[in-house]
């Protein structure tokens, strides 16, 4: 059985302009049958999500992994660094 669809109650307004607002009536009868609104919100949400989902990530190459994992294990000149890395890591943490 399908999960009923959140009620929505805020509102978000937009000016536009005339040609903006129909370019986006001509997308919503293609996507939504017209729903300018559903089609707005679910591409607003997956927008924000993506840029979210930009910010929160960093990728790295194997090589700068590699590298950045080196520098921090290399514990000769740092005495804490050495006591921190000799204990354990963490349950569901490893290096």
Do not use: C, K, W
Not at 17 to 24: F, G, I
């Amino acid at each position: 059985m399908p999960h009923p669809m959140p009620r929505r109650s805020r509102r978000l307004e937009l000016r536009l302009t005339p040609e903006e607002r129909t370019l986006l009536e001509e997308a919503a009868l293609l996507r939504t049958a017209g729903d300018i609104s559903r089609m707005v919100t679910a591409i607003a949400v997956d927008a924000a999500r993506a840029i979210i989902r930009e910010h929160e990530t960093t990728d790295v190459t194997d090589q700068v992994r590699e590298e950045f994992y080196a520098a921090l294990l290399s514990t000769s000149n740092n005495d804490r660094l050495a006591r921190l890395f000799s204990t354990p890591p963490l349950e569901g943490y490893d290096l």
